[in-house]
């Protein structure tokens, strides 16, 4: 089956964490910027659609070369509206008013900067591969899992870690990088509204890529990052290969 993969990129106006996140510059371009441009330059996707409520993102999305063929509700753009409705809401408004049905979404968060066209790519191969309905990317994290209250105290969440300080025995651990890549077949996300559901395999990523811009703290390193990033890779292929 030949695949039609929807690029979906959400993008609200309001932002309490990074105010107008979404057009801040990052790096010299306004972070939507940076999404539209990676899948732009990935021949896997078959359409890149920009997802917003706000006039002003739409028209730097159009001006970087996303289609924004309608405005999202301001009932689906506040705090608490989850991305979820705007995901449906894309896909159906699409269909009714072009007749336009993608075999796979691939949601497309502007938080993850460090995303490149190869991503993509390998997330499509993997899927394929894999005969998996959905592909999201993780990264390796640590194996011992905490909460902390108001009062710092702490409750382990997986104590069976515990039984060794052998790191190379315990299990290896995952957890999602951020928002770097989600796709999965249309179907499959329509019936279940949700990413996370059919046969669903994992594409991992180096940790010092798994950038995810929540705070300024984020935006902060978050760029320092992304100007250094090939001067990172090639430090730790050199460092691995002196072992």
Known sequence: MDMKILALIPARGGSKGIPKK??????????IAHSIECAKRSPR????????????????????????????????????????????HAIETLKAAEGYEPTHVLLLQTTSPMRTPEDIDRAVEILTERNADGVVSVCRTENLLMTKNDNDVLTILNAE???????????????????????????????????????????????????????????????????????IAKRIEQFSSNE
């Open 161 to 231: 870690q515990l039984g060794t300080t052998n790191r190379q025995l315990l299990p290896t651990v995952y957890k999602l990088d951020g928002c770097m890549i989600y796709l999965i077949k249309t179907d499959v996300l329509l019936r279940e509204r949700s990413f996370f559901a059919g046969k669903l395999v994992g594409y991992e990523i180096d940790r010092w890529r798994a950038v995810d811009l929540d705070e300024p703290q984020d935006f902060v390193v978050g760029e320092m990052i992304q100007r250094n990033a090939e001067e």
């Open 45 to 88: 996707v078959d359409r890149i659609v920009v997802s917003t409520d706000s006039e002003e993102i739409a028209e730097i999305a159009r001006a970087y070369g996303a289609d924004v063929p309608f405005l999202r509700p301001s009932e689906m753009a506040g705090d608490t509206s989850k991305v979820m409705d705007a995901v449906i």
């Open 22 to 31: 979404n057009i801040r510059p990052f790096n010299g371009k306004p972070l």
